[in-house]
């Protein structure tokens, strides 16, 4: 299936509209961003890639890092990993508090601020070295060493992570993280800050459009059952309390930063990643959510 034309037919619609939305000012560094780039990159699975845009230049991977993080995680613990973190979608905002005091620190899902910061915890216990192995994974994954943390953002973040860091210590104190809080979050704030781009988010992202399997079939990062289930909760939780309203318009698991990035994935057949920096009321890319739904309603492409 040739992509192209459906692909830069989208792009040059939307460019054509007003774009609304702003773009992340809690994230002092991320404001400095220009609001209007946008990007796209598609791979399918014999490794054929359309784009359009700015779909090579650099953004933040923000929460998007979640699912690469949860899945070293899931890798290593299995089941047993959801004794510390759920499977259900919260209905609140990535950086909720009052619902994770109510659930006595386990957060709901792994795709919560809460939830991430807990699977950081995790990987802690798991791996000498969590930042090399996260970053080897994405680099093996997109076949480029180009990408990298960003300390800019990292510290930026940081300057102003009050509310992560109530998230981190309430856990604490609940016995949900067991850890130095501090260390947890730094290599929260790390992994966050990586720099992509929509090409190479589409190529990390094909594991999971290959049931766990890399491109090029050497490397096995999930088991087909444990694609699944990362897909499915992709699907339930990727876009916080508008998780319902992505599988709604959109149709496919997918997963959201608040750097603007959205990649989505229809198994068997491709992983799709887009960019566009202003986010709309609940922290995801307007225009992105845009395209996405637009791309699956002339393809026809949704897992539905
Ligand atoms: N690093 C961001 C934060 O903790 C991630 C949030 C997001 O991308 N939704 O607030």
Redesign the pocket.
Known sequence: MDYSQTIAHIHQQLLLEKNHGQVAG??PELATVDSEKFGVCLINTDNVCFWAGDWQEQFSI???IKVVTLSLAYQKLDAQLWQRVGVEPSGTP??NLSRLEHDYGIPRNPFS?AGAIVVCDVLMELFSDPREVVITMLRTLASDEAIHFSQAIAAS?KSE?Y??MALAYFMKSMGNIMHDVEDVLDL??DV?SIAVNCEQLARIFIYLAKHGRSADDRHSYLSRAQAKRINAIMLTCGF?DEAGDFAFRVGLPGK????GGIVAVMPGEFSLAVWSPRLNEK?NSYRGLRFLEQFTSMTEKTIF
């Open positions: 809690y994230i923000q929460s998007i990535f950086n601020n973040e992570g509310r992560n929260y704030f966050c916080y959201s930063g608040v750097g922290g």
